[in-house]
């Protein structure tokens, strides 16, 4: 059965209160949230404080009292979007299977606004792609993330193996590892070109793939 969670791979952060030309935001969430879409949308390097202060909607010195510097505020945001993505593959993949894997990653093929951060591939995927991994608090992170995610996977596998739904042709931990690779091969195409239209053929597939892995009568035909 599957779970009643929202269908959508990773969830945009709230946008900052809008009204003034320059909104004030207190509450710590918030302004993490606000700096998280900004890093995602523009990278940790090209963002500077005084970008942060413009979108976030808060001065400097607030951010300097609450987390030193850039790189403070990067972790937080780093470490608050490991928490979403660990709450969601929690709630999607920790009693369901196969299909399940299916389903998210046809998702990503769903049609998205032009404001959806989600364009931008993969908040952590885009930090180890700018080379930002060259910090171990960062690397540590990146690292918790993807190993969250081949964890996730390799129970939704399992879950399918012991209803005898699955007859994966290789061991279950290393297909796990095998997803989250294609993965973070789509987050990647789609950041490059800012859109998720060119994964399409990606996804198709991967999700070809994932069908074969299912034992006869429980392939779906329409792929």
């Not at 171990?136 to 996730?152: A, G, K, L, N, T």
């Not at 042709?169 to 095998?178: D, H, K, N, S, V």
């Not at 070809?208 to 035909?221: I, R, T, Y």
């Amino acid at each position: 059965m599957t779970a009643s969670v929202i269908k959508r791979p990773f969830h945009n952060p709230p946008p900052p209160r809008t009204g003034m030309a320059r909104p004030r935001i207190h509450a710590e969430d918030e302004i993490i949230a606000a700096a998280t879409a900004h890093f995602w949308e523009c990278g940790y390097e090209v963002s500077t404080i005084s970008s942060l202060e413009k979108a976030s909607g808060v001065t400097r010195s607030t951010i300097y009292n609450n987390w030193g510097d850039k790189r403070g505020l990067f972790i937080a945001a780093l470490n608050a979007y490991l928490a979403n993505g660990t709450e969601m593959f929690s709630a999607r993949f920790n009693s369901n299977g196969l299909d399940e894997v299916i389903d998210f990653m046809n998702s990503f093929n769903a049609d998205m606004p032009p404001d959806d951060l989600l364009k931008n591939g993969c908040f952590l995927v885009a930090t180890a792609e700018e080379a930002e991994t060259r910090n171990p608090e960062v690397r540590e992170i990146i690292i918790s993330f993807r190993e969250m995610q081949i964890d996730s996977f390799h129970t939704a596998l399992k879950n399918s193996e012991s209803s005898g739904e699955l007859k994966c042709p290789m061991e279950l931990y290393t297909a796990a590892e095998f997803i989250v690779g294609a993965l973070w091969g789509l987050f990647i195409t789609m950041r490059l070109h800012r859109d998720n239209g060119p994964v399409a053929p990606l996804i198709s597939g991967l999700v070809a793939v994932l069908e074969s892995w299912k034992v006869d009568g429980k392939k779906n035909s329409n792929i």
